[in-house]
């Protein structure tokens, strides 16, 4: 059981940051990498988010040294998380193909030719893969009970919060009043309680 938890903090500690990095690169600069094409910018950006990746695992030891325990209570939770998450997943993977979850659209040569996606789960709420990325983590965390998975936790809020807005600005520029009236819409993570109000 230590050695699971150990080894699920330490993949979510490593794994996370390089993820949300790779974001922070593309969407903010998505006109130069589209100039550049799919290919090149693959090339380029996923050797140095594993050179991330492999450089936190350098500090493990430090990085790993506070251990909580396990929490029975906290596993439950974990487990209610991960199913959220996974329910989001699913809801999220009826319209995500893996192009569009490895950035095809932002990448491609005309950014007009994709669609505006507001169907399903986007129907509800604007960035569900978010939420189930944040609901994954959390999972990870309650049920390693890492200090550097806890405060990993911490980071994720901010960082998807000002990922959503940076990805939206992208949106914006690609789809222009369709997104704006989209986001007049739809909420950002919290769906609304009263259909009437989307």
Not at 12 to 40: E, T
Not at 106 to 114: M, N, R, V, Y
Not at 155 to 166: D, R
Not at 177 to 191: A, I, T
Request: proline share 7%.
């Amino acid at each position: 059981m230590d050695t699971a938890r150990y080894w699920l903090a330490l993949v979510l500690v490593v794994s996370i940051p390089p993820g949300f990095i790779y974001w922070f690169v593309i969407h903010p600069f998505a006109g130069f990498w589209r100039r550049l094409g799919p290919v090149k910018t693959h090339l380029i950006v996923a050797p140095a988010m594993i050179l991330v990746g492999f450089g936190i695992y350098q500090f493990r030891e430090p990085l790993m040294r506070v251990d909580f325990g396990f929490v029975p209570a906290f596993a439950v939770l974990a487990v209610l998380s991960y199913l959220f998450a996974a329910f989001l997943e699913l809801k999220c993977r009826r319209y995500l193909k893996l192009k569009i979850l490895m950035g095809g659209p932002e990448l491609a040569q005309d950014p007009s030719a994709g669609s505006l996606l507001s169907e399903g789960i986007y129907s509800r709420i604007r960035h569900p893969r978010y939420l189930s990325v944040f609901f994954g983590s959390l999972a990870v965390a309650l049920f390693a009970n890492y200090l550097a998975s806890w405060l990993l936790m911490v980071l994720l809020i901010p960082v998807i919060y000002v990922l959503a807005i940076i990805e939206e600005r992208e949106l914006l520029e690609r789809f222009g009043g369709d997104y704006r009236r989209y986001m007049e819409r739809v909420p950002r993570f919290v769906p609304r309680s009263r259909p009437g109000q989307e």
